[in-house]
C-alpha cells in the first residue's frame, strides 16, 4: 500500500491523496517535516488507484527530443526585482489571467510558517505565488482544483516543482489542452518543519511576528541574493546566501527532501510545457541578456508552450540559447543533490539544536563572520 513504500521513494506529490475516492489519504508531516500519505485502514476499499497513480507519478521522461533553450528576462525592471530571476513565470501567469484563465501556484500561509498550492484569479494576487520560496509547498486539494476548472473549460497555468508538475499529470490521466504546466529547475526542496523553527527562533530572537519573507532580495544583485525576514513592528533580518543558517543547509543539502537525492525527473525533457530556471551562467553564454539584475532560463517542451513564450516575447528581452550548453552550466536540471555524509547526524541533532548551531555544527563559516553576524543580528541590521 501507498504509506508502506519507502521514505526515499515518496515525492509528497499527493496524487494519491488527491485520487482516493474515499479521501481516506491523509498526507501527514514526519518529525522530520516531510509530508507523507497515510492511509485510513477503516474507510479504505483497496482500489488500488493510489498505487497506479503513484507509479505514473514517479516516471521520469525519457526522450531523445532536446528542447528549445532561451535566456529572457521582463522588460518592467520593478516585476524583475521582484522576481526570483528574470520574472517570466508573472508574465506567463498574467496572460493566462488576460484569457479568462487561472494561475496555481506556491504562496506562504498567513504566519510564514509553511507553503501551500494556491488559486489565482487576478494579477493582484500573483504577487503572492511570485519568488522562490525554500520549502516543500503543499497541494493541498489543488489538484482536484485544477481538474474542476479544467473540466469547466477555464484555461489553467500549473506551477511548481517537476514532481508537482508529475503528480499533477498521473492525476489528470489525460492531456488537456487548457492546461499549461511551468516547472522549475529545483535544487531539492527543504523541509517545511526546518523552516517552522528557523521561523520560531526569529520572532523568539527579534521579538516580533513575521510579515514578510524574500528568499532571493536583489538589493545587492542577483547572484549574491539575501534572505530578508521583515517583523511587524519594522525589525527586518536581512542575510547574505551564504550568511543565513537556513539557506546554508539547504544549499549545502542538509535539509532536502529524502527523495530530493534520487530525484526521478532530473533531464532536459520534462512533464512540463516551460521549466524556468536561474540563468546562471548567462554573462558567459549570451552577455545580450545579462545585466546582473536576473534572467531567467526557459526550457520549452511543447508547441503550447512555445506559444506562450512567442505571446509575452513583446514584454521580454529573451534570446535563444544552446540548450546543452546552458544545461551543462545549470547541473540542478540533470543532477540530484548529494546526499551529506553526516545528513543522519544533522537530522539527530535537529530537535536538540538551533537552525544557528546546526549551521554551525554542518556548513561552519569562520568566527571573523560570525562576530560580523552576531553585530548585524544584535542591530537587528535594518535596510
Ligand atoms: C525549492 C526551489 C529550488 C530551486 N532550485 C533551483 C536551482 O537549483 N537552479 C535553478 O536554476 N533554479 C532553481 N529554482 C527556480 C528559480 O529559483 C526560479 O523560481 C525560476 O528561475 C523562476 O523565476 P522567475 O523569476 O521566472 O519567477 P518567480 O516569480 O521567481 O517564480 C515563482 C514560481 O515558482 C513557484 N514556486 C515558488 N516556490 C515554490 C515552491 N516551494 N514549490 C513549488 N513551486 C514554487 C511559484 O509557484 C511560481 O510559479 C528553484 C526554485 C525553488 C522553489
Given at each position: 500500500m501507498i504509506d508502506k513504500k519507502a521514505k526515499q521513494d515518496c515525492s509528497g506529490c499527493s496524487a494519491c491523496a488527491s485520487v482516493c475516492p474515499k479521501?481516506?489519504?491523509?498526507?501527514?508531516?514526519?518529525?522530520?517535516?516531510?509530508?507523507?500519505?497515510?492511509?485510513?485502514?477503516?474507510?479504505?476499499v483497496h482500489c488500488g488507484l493510489c498505487d497506479q497513480v503513484c507509479e505514473k507519478a514517479a516516471k521520469g521522461v525519457v526522450s531523445e527530443t532536446i528542447p528549445k533553450g532561451y535566456g529572457a528576462c521582463a522588460n518592467d525592471q520593478k516585476l524583475r526585482f521582484g522576481s526570483s530571476s528574470g520574472g517570466i513565470f508573472t508574465l506567463l501567469a498574467e496572460k493566462v489571467l488576460e484569457e479568462n484563465g487561472i494561475v496555481v501556484g506556491a504562496a506562504f500561509s498567513d504566519d510564514f510558517r509553511s507553503v501551500r498550492h494556491v488559486v489565482v484569479d487576478s494579477p493582484n494576487g500573483l504577487a503572492a505565488l511570485r519568488g522562490s520560496k525554500y520549502l516543500q509547498s503543499n497541494i493541498g486539494d489543488s489538484f482536484k482544483k485544477v481538474k474542476e476548472y479544467l473540466q469547466n473549460g477555464r484555461n489553467v497555468l500549473f506551477s511548481g516543482t517537476p514532481c508537482q508538475v508529475a503528480g499533477l499529470k498521473a492525476y489528470l490521466k489525460k492531456d488537456y489542452e487548457n492546461l499549461l504546466c511551468v516547472d522549475i529547475v529545483c535544487h531539492g526542496v527543504p523541509s517545511a518543519g526546518v523552516w517552522a523553527k528557523y521561523c520560531n527562533e526569529i520572532e523568539n530572537g527579534l521579538g516580533g511576528k513575521i510579515d514578510?519573507?524574500?528568499?532571493?532580495?536583489?538589493?545587492?544583485?542577483?547572484?549574491?541574493?539575501?534572505?530578508?525576514?521583515?517583523?511587524?513592528?519594522?525589525?527586518?533580518?536581512?542575510?547574505?546566501?551564504?550568511?543565513?543558517?537556513?539557506?546554508?543547509?539547504?544549499?549545502n543539502d542538509y535539509s532536502l527532501r529524502p527523495?530530493?537525492?534520487?530525484?526521478?525527473?532530473?533531464?532536459?525533457?520534462?512533464?512540463?510545457?516551460?521549466?524556468?530556471?536561474?540563468f546562471w551562467d548567462v554573462?558567459?553564454?549570451?552577455?545580450?541578456?545579462?545585466?546582473?539584475?536576473?534572467?531567467?532560463?526557459?526550457l520549452?517542451?511543447?508547441?503550447?508552450?512555445?506559444?506562450?513564450?512567442?505571446?509575452?516575447?513583446?514584454?521580454?528581452?529573451?534570446?535563444?540559447v544552446d540548450t546543452i550548453q546552458a544545461v551543462n552550466h545549470n547541473l540542478s536540471t540533470i543532477q540530484s543533490a548529494r546526499r551529506p555524509s553526516e545528513a543522519d547526524s544533522f537530522w539527530k541533532d535537529f530537535e536538540s539544536l538551533t537552525i544557528d548551531n546546526l549551521a554551525q555544527k554542518y556548513v561552519p563559516i569562520s568566527t571573523r563572520k560570525r562576530i560580523k553576524l552576531m553585530i548585524k543580528k544584535t542591530l537587528f541590521l535594518v535596510f
Open positions: 479521501n481516506c489519504i491523509e498526507m501527514r508531516a514526519d518529525e522530520q517535516g516531510f509530508r507523507y500519505p497515510h492511509v485510513n485502514y477503516e474507510e479504505c514578510k519573507v524574500n528568499f532571493r532580495h536583489k538589493k545587492f544583485g542577483w547572484a549574491d541574493y539575501a534572505v530578508s525576514v521583515s517583523l511587524k513592528g519594522g525589525k527586518d533580518l536581512f542575510l547574505f546566501k551564504n550568511e543565513d543558517p537556513y539557506i546554508r543547509l539547504f544549499l527523495s530530493c537525492y534520487h530525484c526521478n525527473h532530473k533531464g532536459i525533457n520534462r512533464k512540463s510545457d516551460i521549466t524556468l530556471a536561474d554573462k558567459k553564454l549570451l552577455p545580450e541578456v545579462s545585466d546582473g539584475k536576473g534572467t531567467s532560463l526557459l520549452v517542451h511543447s508547441e503550447k508552450g512555445l506559444r506562450y513564450v512567442k505571446a509575452i516575447s513583446e514584454l521580454v528581452n529573451i534570446k535563444e
